[in-house]
């Protein structure tokens, strides 16, 4: 009841003071605070002529006082009658209300005030110096009912600062303009946009005088990534070259399905993303001696019923030719997946695949491999999903089986207890424990009897090498034969790798003779002494 009172009792005031304002003249329209007797040059706020002070001058820029009050904001329809009748100076307003003072009329009833006051007429520019300016109280229906005298200079920074001689009635108060508060976008807009207020909220949007007509300007961001490729274009320049908020692409294939089309209102982006697949959405896959490059074809049109021009973008994605690369690119890769949860890192996975050459970039495909025994047999491990930046993958035991069981008693070790089989020249094992790969190559063998298929099996583990020393260190030491124990979770499990025989006839006799190399024979009487004897193989 009494904010009620107090309301009425200040409505009453100001249309008592707009009736008595009506009878004056039009000279006495105009206010100037009767102590306002100093003066200025163009730079400068000086003192009164006449007085001690005149010669004292300084650079208003300098010398402020900051108003920090949002609440002055036009934007604030709190029913507070506040008055500025105490403000009287050089002042620079700051914060989350505005920066400056609004330069058109203000609806009544804002900046917790009953009369707003604005600015009637522009801000200067730097380096005009300390110019005149009106400001306006609107009231009763007038924009411009009370009048009062402002200096303004713009300062470098840039701001601006206000010399301010109170009110010429209350409830009056000095505005701000909320479109100019500091820092209320999270993030720098780019040069298509403007920081601004847009239905209560503050962001980067598109600029309202953009005028862009030349397509090549539409340059998109490309991102080649390991599972995916993004295409993403600037949706600002996409409005100012015709394209309507609806956007819709398709790439090479021309299915609308295949496209996942992304829009964040929030960065003014489109995006369209396809995976690294070769065919997938129309994918074209190339390959050179030291890339494999995907191209394809982003089509835009503004209506699923295609009437207008169709803008197509060409783009591509070249990759260096890696393990992980190469996995890719194979349709039918002979390969073996693992997913290993660690307790507060979450999940991985591990992928072994086999491959024909030293680079680890021609992957075997298929169902099955068939090797000489003198051919070599090149064995590759990625850590593809978690945390590599901080993981490494380790190879602790790797071994081949004559059969597909990865407990069966029989076996080869190729890798044991992190370290290659010294006692075989042709394991070289040439990453282990120092990144998120392993590799090992080895020469292909025959088990004692009649077995002409290998499995190989593979126990990984992670390790963490800020806390731990992730590369084995091997010495001749560990030739002896030690215990071994397999956590057949952590194993993968590839094959069969089937032993290509090599027969020819007798010159003599014609009977067909099977051609072993030494080092077979020599592989076939150790298994089968060993098997005999009931030990485990070395």
Known sequence: MSQLLERMTSVLWLALASYILTLSSTEQQGYRNSTNTGSYEKDLDCGAPGTPEAQLCFDPCQNYTLLNEPFRSTENTEDIQGCDSDKHGWYRFVGDGGVRMPEDCVPTFRCQTSAPLWLNGTHPGLGEGIVNRTACAHWSGNCCLWKTEVLVKACPGPYYVYRLEGTPQCSLRYCTDPATAEDKCDRTCRPEEECRLVSGTWGCFCRQDLNVSDVHSLQPQLDCGDTEIKVSLDKCLLGSLGFGDEVHAYLRDGNWNCSSLRQSEEENWISV??????????????????????????????????????????????????????????????????????????????????????????????????????????????????????????????????????????????????????????????????????????????????????????????????????????????????????????????????????????????????????????????????????????
Request: hydrophobic fraction near 40%; proline fraction near 5%; aromatic fraction near 10%.
């Open 273 to 538: 993303t396809n995976p690294t697949q070769a065919g997938a959405c129309g994918n074209i896959l190339e390959r050179n001696q030291t890339h494999a490059i995907y191209i394809n074809t982003l089509s835009l049109v503004n209506d699923f019923i295609i009437r207008d021009t169709i803008l197509s973008i060409n783009f591509q994605c070249a990759y260096p030719l890696d393990m992980k690369v190469s996995l890719q690119m194979a349709l039918q890769p002979i390969v073996s997946s693992l997913n290993i949860t660690v307790d507060g890192e979450g999940e991985f996975t591990v992928r072994m695949a086999l491959f024909q050459d030293q680079d680890y970039t021609s992957p075997y495909e298929g169902t099955a491999v068939m090797l000489s025994v003198e051919s070599m047999l090149y064995v590759g491990t990625i850590l593809e999903r978690g945390d590599t930046s901080r993981f490494n993958l380790v190879l602790k035991n790797c071994y081949a089986t004559p059969t597909e069981d990865k407990t069966d008693p029989v076996k080869y070790f190729i890798i044991r207890n992190s370290c290659p089989n010294q006692r075989d020249s042709t394991i070289s094992v040439e990453e282990n424990g120092v990144s998120a790969e392993s590799r090992f190559s080895v020469q292909m063998f025959k088990f004692a009897g009649n077995y002409d298929l290998v499995f190989l099996h593979c126990e990984v583990s992670l390790c963490d090498f800020i806390k731990e020393e992730c590369q084995p260190s091997c010495s001749r030491s560990q030739l002896r034969s030690e215990g071994v124990a397999i956590d057949p979770a952590r194993v993968l499990d590839l094959g069969p790798i089937t032993r290509k025989g090599k027969k020819s006839f007798s010159a003599s006799s014609g009977n067909p003779v099977v051609n072993a190399s030494f080092q077979e024979m020599f592989w076939v009487m150790i298994i089968a002494f060993a098997t005999c004897a009931g030990l485990p193989v070395c």
